[in-house]
């Protein structure tokens, strides 16, 4: 054999002396001491060690390592390990690509724990916050302008310049939320929410009994999302009784107009220096609509042609009501600042937000104390009893849900047939709050005679 005519014992001084031919792409140095072992020399210089032995019929070559790398006697020890896999029927390629294989797999499985314990802390370190908002961002397609806004207010942070006229430097309270928000998500128990309600309850019950509702809501959403389901206590921490207790019950409401009251009510509303806001509290109660709905009324919803006003609706999704003479007159004085009707330019989203202030100094002003927006939906359902208009005209008008077999299966009333009805109720209104009002005026050319 060729390698029996170039085999030596290897030795530092052979080693170093050893090169490969130039007209040759390798050469081999075999070793006496240790028949499997070799050095190998390329052109270039390189010098390593080989191991070479025949398995069932076939040679392997299993490269060692460089000279600089292996001393001989290691380089002779390798070898002969190598032949001991050999003379048992093993490849050593294949243990080694065993090996290789369960160090890749070991430093894969590492690699994985590592980042599955990273994603543990960071789901840990989540705040009901950072929740909430991927939480609004989900749901959002769903929901309403007035849902979607209840939201980010019961949530918000305050200490912001409050932006009212006449407010000064007054600034913004932080919603009922704004004290969970900060939490870790996993630490929203029942007792922190317990101890949340019974503070929130003693100085804002109505506003916090939402702020609770849209909690609970909330961490069932969180419950059937797997990567926050684990960071919660299987029950919903915040139904429990103590909860609900410390929150109180909503009280039924009984704020209304009285006939002989209209007469002030809209002396004051129309003094409001905000034409806006004076529009919108007046077709509140002219139309008898939640003040959500009236407030997030687009002029897209207008149709003065067909005389027909479009209203997003909680209970059907939307309705159509008539479009009332004086209320047309009303929105015809309006600016168009942008597709919002009751628009403002202080308002971050460019809609008037619920202007609960402008309407209690009116009442204030009127005397009429204690009336609230939603109180203008109860007088105009009120009101329409003095002229005995069919329940389920009032109730489709206002977009209350059919309460009769009836009224839900076999009456239809078309627009047409609403507005027989609805301009009679604010012709009546008008009349008793001495308004006149001439359909032929310019837009604003009202007044209020006293009677």
Known sequence: MKQQLNRVRLTAGRVTDFACPADKAQAFLWDTDTPTLALRATPSGRKTYVFEARLNGSTIRVNIGTVADWPIEKARNRAQALKMLIDAGTDPRELERQQQEAKDQAIAAAAAEQAHQAQQQAAQALTVGEVWQAYIEERRPHWGDLHYRDHIDKAKAGGLPSGRRGGGKQLTKPGPLAALMPLALKD??????????????????????????????????????????????????????????????????????????????????????????????????????????????????????????????????????????????????LPRRNEWVFASNTSASGCLTEPNNPHTRACKAAGLAGLTLHGLRRSFASLTEWLEIPAGVTAQIQGHKPSATAEKHYKVRPLELLRVHHERIEAWILQQAGVTFDASAEPGKLRVVAG
């Open 188 to 333: 929203l128990d029942q007792p922190t929410i317990e101890a949340w309600a019974a503070n929130e309850g003693k100085t804002r019950a109505s506003s916090a009994r939402l702020a609770w509702r849209l909690l609970t809501v909330f961490l069932t959403w969180c419950s059937e999302q797997p990567q926050y389901a684990a960071l919660l206590p299987a029950k919903n921490p915040a139904k429990t009784t103590k909860t609900r207790e410390a929150l109180g019950k909503a009280r039924t409401k009984s704020d209304v107009l009285q006939r002989e009251q209209l007469a002030a009510w809209f002396t004051a509303v129309q003094q409001i220096q905000n034409p806006v806001i004076a529009a919108c509290l007046q077709m509140m109660l002219l139309t008898g609509a939640r003040p959500g709905e009236v407030l997030s009324l687009r002029w897209e919803d207008i149709n003065t042609q067909w005389k027909g006003i479009q209203i997003k609706d909680k209970v059907e999704g939307t309705r159509e009501i008539p479009a009332t003479p004086f209320v047309l007159h009303l929105l015809a004085a």
